[in-house]
């Protein structure tokens, strides 16, 4: 009796170490599996990085622009004022006028907006 109690106890006690053999595999399987998905998602991610610093750096160069341009506009437009005010009209009359006032408010709202 003694025997077979000693073999089944060696037969279970087997049979447990294999069961932690397959959760050991399965356990690697599932490391493998995530650092494969991280490396994945980091090149991706490095690339869209790469992407992204390509747009700002076009972005600031067309922000550098427009700012330079409308404070172009904005010298005209004080300019324009002063003299058809020494003139005697009224530049609030003139459609061109009006239109480029439009326009700088638009580009000041536009501006403000891109900053938040």
Do not use: C, W
């Amino acid at each position: 009796m003694n025997t077979r109690k000693t073999i089944y106890d060696k037969l279970f006690t087997e049979k447990v170490e294999l069961a932690k053999h397959e959760v050991n595999l399965a356990s690697l399987k599932d490391l493998l599996n995530i650092n494969s998905n991280l490396s994945k998602d980091e090149l991706k991610f490095d690339a869209t990085n790469v992407k992204l610093a390509a747009l700002i750096k076009d972005e600031l160069a067309i922000r550098k622009s427009y700012v330079e341009k409308l404070k172009t506009a904005r010298n005209l437009f004080l300019e324009f004022e002063k003299d058809a005010k020494e003139l005697g009209l009224d530049p609030s009359n003139i459609v061109e006028f009006k239109n480029l006032k439009v326009s700088i408010s638009n580009a000041d709202i536009l501006l403000k907006q891109s900053y938040k």
